[in-house]
């Protein structure tokens, strides 16, 4: 299956992509990007792809996607509605300096790897409430809970390591 490469665009005025998709723009071919990717799945059920993972997804899951990690997710029927809050952001976003800082230990292992992961239930629930607060916060407050999110995922145990490529 040949891999389409995906260019993302940033919003204007702000540093990372915080998009809310659903049917039929929610469903994409097998792509990659250079930007890292955290999903939420809001609405729908199907089958997610992701490096050589096969699995399902369903509402209120969360996966982490590396950058350059070709994915896809497939709703289970044709009539559902799938929707998912997507945030893309560079893998430099947040520069050598900060990433150098014992506080952003387990931020800046995370986005050395090149992984996909899939979070569990306490964990997920903390995610998903940053997640859906960065889709409607601004400035300085969007960036601090997009580095709060990634804080959560660093550090949360109980998580599915999908693929590692």
């Not at 952003?104 to 903390?126: D, H, T």
Request: hydrophobic share 45%.
């Amino acid at each position: 299956m040949k891999t389409i490469v995906q260019k993302i665009h940033l919003e204007l005025n702000h540093s990372f992509s915080c998009k809310h998709y659903e049917t039929p723009f929610f469903e994409t071919n097998w792509h990659k990007h250079d930007e890292h990717e955290l999903i939420l799945i809001t609405a729908g059920s199907g089958n997610a792809l992701i490096g050589d993972y096969i699995g399902e997804y369903v509402v209120g899951d969360i996966f982490f996607i590396a950058s350059n990690l070709p994915h896809w997710f497939r709703k289970s029927h044709a009539k559902m509605i799938g929707s998912a809050v997507v945030i893309h952001f560079s893998k430099n976003i947040f520069g050598d300096v900060l990433l150098s800082i014992p506080e952003m230990k387990n931020i800046a292992l995370l986005l050395q790897k090149n992984n996909g992961l899939q979070f569990e239930k306490k964990a997920k629930k903390e995610i998903a409430d940053a997640i859906l607060a960065i889709e409607i916060a601004e400035g300085f407050q969007r960036f601090n809970l997009l580095l709060q999110s990634l804080y959560k995922i660093s550090t949360a145990y109980k998580h599915h390591l999908l693929t590692a490529n």
